[in-house]
């Protein structure tokens, strides 16, 4: 009994990785100026710098709005796993119990 169930939490970990890895998640900040893009499995793919903020005197502005953008990003693929998470969870519960965990 607990095999099976044990082997289903991880077909749904897998497939759960899976699905995070192709949402795709836009961030930015210094309104638009530094924009960072990544997957719902926490991967940045993409960073890009306006060149018009490209200051070689001022390189802590450029670091601190990446900073944001980054941050930003992980903050929305954190909360894009966390639904994708409770909607396998109600899949995989038996019938009834599907909003135990407040879904």
């Given at each position: 009994?607990?095999g099976d169930?044990?082997g289903q939490?991880?077909?749904?970990?897998?497939?759960?990785?899976?699905?995070l890895a192709?949402?795709?998640i836009?961030?930015e900040?210094?309104?638009?100026?530094?924009?960072v893009?990544?997957?719902?499995?926490?991967?940045?793919?993409?960073?890009?710098?306006?060149?018009?903020?490209?200051?070689?005197?001022?390189v802590?502005?450029?670091?601190d709005?990446?900073m944001?953008?980054?941050?930003r990003?992980?903050e929305?693929?954190?909360?894009k796993?966390?639904a994708a998470?409770?909607?396998a969870?109600?899949?995989?519960?038996?019938?009834?119990?599907?909003n135990m965990?407040g879904?």
């Amino acid at each position: 009994m607990f095999g099976d169930m044990f082997g289903q939490v991880g077909e749904y970990q897998k497939a759960l990785k899976e699905k995070l890895a192709q949402i795709t998640i836009e961030a930015e900040a210094g309104d638009g100026l530094v924009k960072v893009t990544a997957t719902a499995a926490r991967t940045i793919t993409n960073i890009s710098i306006d060149p018009s903020i490209v200051d070689a005197e001022d390189v802590e502005q450029i670091e601190d709005l990446v900073m944001v953008a980054v941050n930003r990003a992980l903050e929305k693929a954190t909360e894009k796993e966390a639904a994708a998470t409770q909607e396998a969870l109600k899949d995989m519960l038996p019938p009834g119990l599907g909003n135990m965990f407040g879904g």
